[in-house]
């Protein structure tokens, strides 16, 4: 199966820093990709869509000036939590997709202190 | 507002026993669902994917699609305590372009 990759797997910050996340897609090139949140015992929730050399596309209630997303090259795309508080601390999941299947990546546990 | 709804268990099921998982969705334009199991602080995997009515086995498991019902299910036969985790079911409807939209998850428990 394809390979996403994150980086870092865990980040703890505190309040009011930015954090950079990484999603690469490792063996295959991805024009989208997805950014996914989730809270402790709750499902993944859909933050926004990622594409390559375009503006990325935010679901709703999701703000487009705190959660900065880059999609630079076909197999990276990054996500900046800008001014990051305690409410962001969360499980930061990217996604990509390889032969009509979505690939997550290992996630990213944020912290913010 | 696509949906897609589970019960959120826990479901406990005696080692060796078929695990029953239920998932129904509220958008017909649904064109692929997917299960994936997550283990507590780890990123989902998928487990199977099913695109048409009917069944679809591999291995273990066993995925049903009703697409008239609007319900998704996945049989875990001779289930192992490492199968304990929770389930996710997730539907499609785009192109390429389109996040998937989950469920809540299912925590299934397998007692040994």
């Known amino acids: 199966g394809a390979v996403v990759s994150q980086h870092p797997s865990w980040v703890i910050c505190k309040s009011g820093t930015s954090v950079k996340i990484e999603c690469r897609s490792l063996?295959?090139?991805?024009?989208?990709m997805f950014w996914y949140r989730q809270f402790p015992k709750q499902s993944l929730m859909l933050m926004a869509t990622?594409?390559?050399?375009?503006?990325?596309?935010?679901e709703q209630g999701v703000e487009k000036d705190k959660f900065l997303i880059n999609h630079a090259s076909l197999t990276l795309s990054t996500l900046t939590v800008t001014s990051a508080h305690p409410e962001d601390s969360s499980f930061y999941i990217c996604?990509?997709?390889?032969?009509?299947?979505?690939?997550f990546g290992p996630g990213t546990r944020l912290t913010v202190l | 507002q696509k949906e897609v709804e589970q019960n959120s268990g826990p479901l406990s099921v005696p080692e060796g026993a078929i695990a029953s998982l239920n998932c129904t969705y509220s958008?017909?334009?649904?064109?692929?669902f997917f299960w994936y199991r997550q283990y507590s602080g780890k990123s989902p995997e998928l487990i199977m994917s099913?695109?048409?009515?009917g069944d679809k086995e591999d291995g273990r498991f066993t995925a049903q699609l009703n697409k008239a019902s609007q319900y998704v299910s996945l049989l875990i036969r001779d289930s192992q305590p490492s199968d304990s985790a929770t389930y996710l079911c997730?539907?499609?409807?785009?192109?390429?372009?389109?996040?998937?939209?989950f469920g809540k998850g299912t925590h299934l428990i397998i007692q040994p």
């Open positions: 996604s990509a997709t390889a032969h009509n299947e979505q690939f």
């Open positions: 063996d295959f090139q991805a024009t989208t």
């Open positions: 990622s594409n390559e050399g375009s503006k990325a596309t935010y």
């Open positions: 958008d017909r334009g649904s064109q692929s």
């Open positions: 099913i695109y048409s009515n």
């Open positions: 997730a539907s499609y409807s785009g192109g390429g372009a389109d996040g998937l939209t």
